[in-house]
């Protein structure tokens, strides 16, 4: 199931550096206004353009419903009706990674969950969907060391 859809809006993520005396960066601050903005804004257009497919339902193979692979694209096909269970939950997600002897690079992610119920004839289940959206990639350049030791086996 895919929930593509363009943010009408331009969000602009911005970053504060603070440095120290030296002019070393000591801080990194995302603007958190910004960040729970483009999260509410993810979840109404997830709920918008979920509310479409409720009503329209998503067709798929009678093979789709079995165990096995090789029956997957088989068979008529049914229409599977999609009802969202609970509210859509989101967070975000700090990744720091080390990119060079003076290299951090610092990615956010937000992290989009709900549960859907899977309605078909005679049968329903319900459905753990998640997605992972990038938002930021940074890469923040620190002091070269004096001396540096790879210690990684």
Known sequence: LSLLFKLDDQIDMKFEA???EEG???LMRADTVMQNYLASQVVLKCNDRFKKYESVGVK???GYLTNSSFFY???PSITVKMRQVGNINTSYESVFESAG???TRHKIYLNVDMKIRVIVPLKSRDVEVS????VSDTIIVGKIPDTAINMNP
Not at 131 to 134: H, L, V
């Open 18 to 20: 603070e440095k120290d």
């Open 24 to 26: 070393n960066i000591s």
């Open 60 to 62: 798929i193979p009678i």
């Open 73 to 75: 694209n088989m068979g």
């Open 101 to 103: 002897i003076n290299q």
């Open 131 to 134: 997605c992972q959206i990038p």
